[in-house]
């Protein structure tokens, strides 16, 4: 079955990290033209976890801004990370 959004994903840059969470989150990490977008494996932003509708994490408005690690995109979006410590298993 083919990604109906291939194209929009694939127009998001290269892909640079793919994080999997504890309960089955995932998070992409891409960059283009020194800019980084952080999306869902389908294309999809995450869903904020103060608004709780989807939209841009905020290192996606700075320009070369540091690549986002596991545990700092975890925190942020509050999925668990079995075995880091940061999912209350310390």
């Known amino acids: 079955m083919a990604n109906e959004n291939a194209g929009e994903v694939a127009s998001l840059g290269r892909k640079i990290a793919h994080y999997y969470f504890s309960?089955?989150?995932?998070?992409v990490v891409f960059v283009?033209?020194?800019?980084?977008?952080?999306?869902?494996?389908?294309?999809?932003?995450?869903?904020?976890?103060?608004?709780?509708?989807?939209?841009?994490?905020?290192?996606?408005?700075?320009?070369?801004?540091?690549?986002?690690?596991?545990?700092?995109?975890?925190?942020?979006y509050n999925y668990p990370?079995?075995?880091t410590g940061w999912d209350g298993d310390c």
């Open 23 to 27: 309960d089955g989150h995932e998070l």
């Open 81 to 83: 990370m079995a075995g």
């Open 32 to 76: 283009r033209a020194r800019r980084l977008a952080i999306r869902e494996p389908d294309g999809r932003f995450p869903v904020c976890p103060v608004q709780h509708v989807r939209g841009p994490h905020p290192a996606e408005e700075e320009f070369d801004a540091s690549i986002p690690a596991y545990d700092e995109l975890g925190l942020y």
